[in-house]
Nanobody, 126 residues
């Protein structure tokens, strides 16, 4: 069964850190581009970060550049999102997503992702 399972969310004070993990049960995991998205209440889902299959290329939303780091371990079928210097506006449900054999050009397009996790809540208090 193809699935993604996120973990690591929680409540943290502004300025704190969290590390999200995504366990992927995907055949040929290294054929997938991986991404993290988030959705705050009453807002559209937005791309946060993406990493290509080889971990040679990453990209971030402007709002998280310099604070968040995406990484992947193809030997463990895992993707991570290290979040530092968290702000209240980072509060959202965070989703892991996988796109098989997709162009890097569509990395921030939610529609280009084939598999989604159930999400994990991140709440940053001021």
């Amino acid at each position: 069964q193809v699935q993604l399972v996120e973990s690591g969310g929680g409540l943290v004070q502004a300025g704190g850190s969290l590390r999200l993990s995504c366990a992927a049960s995907l055949r040929s995991f290294n054929a997938y581009r991986m991404g993290w998205f988030r959705q705050a209440p009453a807002k559209e889902r937005e791309s946060v970060a993406a990493v290509d299959w080889s971990f040679r290329t990453t990209d971030y939303a402007d709002s998280v550049k310099g604070r968040f780091t995406i990484s992947r371990d193809n030997t463990k079928n895992m993707v991570y999102l290290q979040m530092n210097s968290l702000k209240p506006e980072d509060t959202a449900v965070y989703y892991c997503a996988a796109a098989r054999l997709s162009s890097w050009d569509t990395r921030h397009d939610a529609g280009s992702y084939d598999v989604w996790g159930q999400g994990t809540q991140v709440t940053v208090s001021s």
